[in-house]
T-cell receptor
Framework: AQSVTQLGSHVSVSEGALVLLRCNYSSSVPPYLFWYVQYPNQGLQLLLKYTTGATLVKGINGFEAEFKKSETSFHLTKPSAHMSDAAEYFCAVSEALTGGGNKLTFGTGTQLKVEL | DGGITQSPKYLFRKEGQNVTLSCEQNLNHDAMYWYRQDPGQGLRLIYYSQIVNDFQKGDIAEGYSVSREKKESFPLTVTSAQKNPTAFYLC???????????FGNGTRLTVT
């Protein structure tokens, strides 16, 4: 079975500082990996995804993530945090379903706080 | 604009009552999903459907039921058999195996 571990349920950074949110996964097949962001009382919005190809993936709002197979990691980074980045972030690993679609297994989320 | 509509945004019910959450999409996606979100637990899959008139149990299907009579619609019924129904429920849809899920804005269900 696939699983995702997000280290740190709460992360706090200063505005302008580096953001690093950690994600490790377990998968028996080459994984598809995703990062989503969730603002209070809203659905999830896709930040970026890794399927195949380049291991450094760029997403929206200046975020990027690097797939490291040897470390089974897919950490999310942003060089300079902005107040608007305060939200909850979820890492997910995907299992393709026979017949179409895919089943996502999510981590427990990391709440990012950005301080002045 | 294409998207997923969940209604209502907030729902209140008394214990022992069944309640149905609506999910409609106009993205022309074949696959649809229901997830439950609880604080500190991430999202857990309740049911999914890959095609009309077919659906499969996810990881926490007990106490829930679904139907898929139309491609656009995938309603979720929370039955009285669900022991802890109070939660945030998210509907999603997708196309092929490597495509991301698109989420609705969720329904917050409170049962007292």
């Amino acid at each position: 079975a696939q699983s995702v571990t997000q280290l740190g349920s709460h992360v706090s950074v200063s505005e302008g500082a580096l953001v690093l949110l950690r994600c490790n996964y377990s998968s028996s097949v080459p994984p598809y990996l995703f990062w989503y962001v969730q603002y209070p009382n809203q659905g999830l919005q896709l930040l970026l995804k890794y399927t195949t190809g380049a291991t450094l993936v760029k997403g929206i709002n200046g975020f990027e993530a690097e797939f490291k197979k040897s470390e089974t990691s897919f950490h999310l980074t942003k060089p300079s945090a902005h107040m608007s980045d305060a939200a909850e972030y979820f890492c997910a690993v995907s299992e393709a379903l026979t017949g179409g679609g895919n089943k996502l297994t999510f981590g427990t989320g990391t709440q990012l706080k950005v301080e002045l | 604009d294409g998207g997923i509509t969940q209604s209502p945004k907030y729902l209140f019910r008394k214990e022992g009552q069944n309640v149905t959450l609506s999910c409609e999409q106009n993205l022309n996606h074949d696959a649809m999903y229901w997830y439950r979100q609880d604080p500190g637990q991430g999202l857990r899959l309740i049911y999914y459907s890959q095609i009309v008139n077919d659906f499969q149990k996810g990881d926490i299907a007990e106490g829930y039921s679904v139907s898929r009579e139309k491609k656009e619609s995938f309603p979720l019924t929370v039955t009285s058999a669900q022991k802890n129904p109070t939660a945030f429920y998210l509907c999603a849809s997708s196309t092929t195996g490597d495509s991301p899920l698109h989420f609705g804005n969720g329904t917050r269900l409170t049962v007292t």
